[in-house]
């Protein structure tokens, strides 16, 4: 890997797992925490040859259960801190993310989904859907950006830091083994030489390194039904007051669309080169990507598909991605056409071929 100071723009030919931990640098990350799972592992590999040139910190851990729960505690020493990870140990986190919903600690992790259930493959899917968005044994109150392109693994990487700190929800993006394994090119930046201005961190507890320093109190577990409830509820607060300012969502050619082919991740490459060509066909095509899976932009969806008859959505899981829609839907009648690809890529020709069915 060539080594460059992170300054002006500069186009490179990257990994997506390099793209990661470039972004983290961008971020001004403090430390990873991680333990290896494929497809991630170059995450931690890439950061540990670029954070001892920068001052910045890693920590490998016994598994994935341990590397969550460090992070948490590397925030709330007032830490940019991040961990990696994919399927199952993306499971083992899910105890330590809904630590942080309760407690509203800025983690932030990063998912390059792989086959599932269980073991499975190390290679792709988009099977963490539901996971990453609504795991453990929480109300969801997280961030979840799913990408596309390796572009946007280092631009919303670099954002979700922000808003992870911003609001203090944690944050996830969520990649896939084909963008974590795959070169693509892509410009990296400096984002406040960009005029992205950067959420510095503080200390949760305090700062450290003052011995008289005001004691705060930060709980994970309450006595009574209603102070759970009552904290829950503050939560849910926020959480509604910060949806509409992170929902992002990609729309096109909606107005007229009589089929609206729906997908997110990196099925939405293939999703946009069919809308293309359908469109190129004559054929009354619209395209919608939501950006933000969780909050998921459901009344943005609601409005795309107004006018439309159908909605065509390819998914490379059995039907996470369906079940979310039919929840931002509830109450309509418009016709769902599903193209369930559990594990599996999808390609352009393959949605033209099946949409072009229903068109």
């Not at 990453?132 to 596309?148: D, K, L, Q």
Request: glycine share 8%.
């Amino acid at each position: 890997m060539a080594e460059f100071a992170l300054k002006g723009e500069q186009r490179v030919f990257m990994t997506g797992n390099e793209v990661c931990a470039w972004a983290c640098v961008a971020a001004k990350a403090d430390i990873m925490y991680g333990y290896p799972i494929t497809p991630q592992n170059e995450v931690m590999h890439y950061w540990t040859r670029l954070a001892p040139k920068r001052g910045k910190k890693f920590l490998q851990t016994e598994d994935e259960i341990s590397a969550g729960f460090t992070t948490l505690g590397g925030v709330m020493s007032g830490r940019k801190a991040f961990t990696a990870t994919a399927g199952p140990g993306n499971v083992l986190m899910q105890e330590s993310a809904t630590m942080a919903e309760m407690m509203r600690l800025p983690v932030v992790y990063i998912i390059q989904q792989r086959g599932v259930p269980s073991t499975a493959t190390v290679i792709y899917s988009q099977q963490e859907l539901t996971l990453t968005t609504c795991g453990g044994n929480g109300e969801g109150h997280r961030i979840v950006y799913s990408t596309s392109n390796h572009q946007e693994l280092f631009d919303y990487t670099i954002k979700a830091f922000n808003a992870a700190w911003t609001y203090r929800f944690p944050t996830f993006i969520l990649g896939d083994g084909y963008q974590a394994k795959m070169r693509e090119s892509l410009t990296l930046y400096d984002p406040e030489e960009r005029g992205i201005k950067l959420v510095p961190p503080e200390p949760m507890i305090g700062d450290t390194t003052k011995p008289d320093r005001p004691f705060r109190n930060m709980r994970n577990t309450y006595n009574t039904e209603e102070e759970l409830y009552n904290v829950v509820m503050e939560h849910q607060k926020d959480w509604d007051a910060m949806a509409p300012k992170v929902v992002e969502w990609d729309e096109r050619g909606c107005a007229d669309a009589e089929t609206v082919i729906v997908s997110h991740g990196v099925v939405a490459r293939a999703a946009i080169g069919a809308y293309d060509a359908l469109r190129a066909a004559g054929k009354k095509v619209g395209y919608f990507r939501p950006i933000t899976v969780r909050p998921f932009p459901a009344e943005q969806l609601r409005q795309a598909v107004g006018n439309a008859k159908r909605i065509f959505v390819p998914e490379s899981s059995y039907g996470q991605l369906v079940k979310v829609i039919h929840g931002a839907l509830y109450g309509s009648q418009i016709e769902i056409i599903p193209m369930y690809r559990p594990g599996l890529g999808i390609t352009t020709e393959e949605i033209i071929a099946e949409c072009g069915k229903n068109c």
